[in-house]
T-cell receptor, first 113, second 113 residues
Framework: SQTIHQWPATLVQPVGSPLSLECTVE??????LYWYRQAAGRGLQLLFY??????ISSEVPQNLSASRPQDRQFILSSKKLLLSDSGFYLC????????????FGPGTRLLVL | AQSVTQLDSHVSVSEGTPVLLRCNYS??????LFWYVQHPNKGLQLLLK??????LVKGINGFEAEFKKSETSFHLTKPSAHMSDAAEYFC???????????FGAGTRLFVKA
């Protein structure tokens, strides 16, 4: 069966520090991968999606970047965090093609102080 | 263009009473529709999915939703609420490819004893 992992679960970082959040998927090949951010009391905002290694599309301009160095690994990064980067970050995967179901990881709670 | 509107930001019910979470969508073609549930500080879990088969879709934990094309609605219901149903629920519309997936703003369900 497929599983998706995210780490860390919780992170507290000072403003201006770098960020690296990791997401890995097991039990499937060539998944579509997604990064979402959920700010307090708000819905999900799609940040990045990837259809394959090295292929990243950004939905909104921001202080963050994403990379996919391996088929089942998706990394969310920042060189300098802002206060507004605080939120709950969710990684998701889906099979390629069609209006597919997305399966979510447990999320990372990021607090920037 | 696609859009999804969850008509209530909060719904409060008593344990044992019916649950109704409302969702309206807009899509220029036949969409796929989903309901996800999110418990506090957790990832999203798929409740059910509609993909142009039967209009009444049964999901996990006793939830079901009915696709009504004439009303462009996909409301989520459950005959009898349980305390463990207290969570946030997201209605999602998707077209061809998950990249066009749009999440509603969410409805927080409170269940009173």
């Amino acid at each position: 069966s497929q599983t998706i992992h995210q780490w860390p679960a919780t992170l507290v970082q000072p403003v201006g520090s770098p960020l690296s959040l990791e997401c890995t998927v097991e039990g499937t090949s060539n998944p579509n991968l997604y990064w979402y951010r959920q700010a307090a009391g708000r819905g999900l905002q799609l940040l990045f999606y990837s259809v394959g290694i090295g292929q990243i599309s950004s939905e909104v301009p921001q202080n963050l970047s994403a990379s996919r160095p391996q088929d089942r690994q998706f990394i969310l990064s920042s060189k300098k965090l802002l206060l507004s980067d605080s939120g709950f970050y969710l990684c998701a995967w889906s099979v390629e093609g069609g209006a597919e179901t997305q399966y979510f990881g447990p999320g990372t709670r990021l607090l920037v102080l | 263009a696609q859009s999804v509107t969850q008509l209530d930001s909060h719904v409060s019910v008593s344990e044992g009473t019916p649950v109704l979470l409302r969702c309206n969508y807009s899509s220029s073609y036949s969409p796929s529709l989903f309901w996800y549930v999110q418990h506090p500080n957790k990832g999203l879990q798929l409740l059910l999915k509609y993909t142009s088969a039967a209009t009444l879709v049964k999901g996990i934990n006793g939830f079901e939703a009915e696709f009504k094309k004439s009303e462009t609605s996909f409301h989520l219901t459950k005959p009898s609420a349980h305390m463990s149903d207290a969570a946030e629920y997201f209605c999602v519309v998707s077209g061809t490819g998950g990249f066009k997936t749009i999440f509603g703003a969410g409805t927080r369900l409170f269940v009173k004893a």
